[in-house]
Nanobody
Framework: QVQLVESGGGSVQAGGSLRLSCAAS????????MGWFRQAPGKEREGVAA????????YYGDSVKGRFTISQDNAKNTLTLQMNSLKPEDTAMYYC??????????????????WGQGTQVTVSS
C-alpha cells in the first residue's frame, strides 16, 4: 500500500522560505512522475512542480519558476520542494502526488494516483 506523508508547511512572511518534504512508503520513486500540487480556497488544484523518471527531468509551473526547486532522494524515499522568495499568492494547501504509470502531462492532477493529506503554507505580506 502506497502512503505519502507531507511535512514542512507553516506560516512565513513574504520573501521567506520553506522546505516541504514528502515521505513515501510502498512506492519506488524512480519509476514514474512525482509532483507537488497546491490548492487555495475556491481555486482549482494547481501543478507546482514535478520530477519524472530517473530524476533527470524537472518541471515547474510558470508562477514558481526560479523560486521553487523540486528534488528527490531515492535512498531516503523523500521528495522535497524548496520554496524561496515566497509570496502571499503562494498561500495554499500543498499536496504530494505520485503516478503509477507513464503520464501525458505532469500538470494534470488526474494523472496521479496517490496523494498525501496535504500541508498548509501561509505567506503573509
Amino acid at each position: 500500500q502506497v502512503q505519502l506523508v507531507e511535512s514542512g508547511g507553516g506560516s512565513v512572511q513574504a520573501g521567506g522560505s520553506l522546505r516541504l518534504s514528502c515521505a513515501a512508503s510502498g512506492y519506488t520513486y524512480s519509476s514514474y512522475c512525482m509532483g507537488w500540487f497546491r490548492q487555495a480556497p475556491g481555486k482549482e488544484r494547481e501543478g507546482v512542480a514535478a520530477i519524472c523518471p530517473g530524476g533527470s527531468s524537472a518541471y515547474y509551473g510558470d508562477s514558481v519558476k526560479g523560486r521553487f526547486t523540486i528534488s528527490q532522494d531515492n535512498a531516503k524515499n523523500t521528495l522535497t520542494l524548496q520554496m524561496n522568495s515566497l509570496k502571499p499568492e503562494d498561500t495554499a494547501m500543498y499536496y504530494c502526488a505520485a503516478a503509477r504509470r507513464a503520464i501525458s502531462s505532469w500538470k494534470f492532477h488526474y494523472e496521479y494516483n496517490y496523494w498525501g493529506q496535504g500541508t498548509q503554507v501561509t505567506v503573509s505580506s
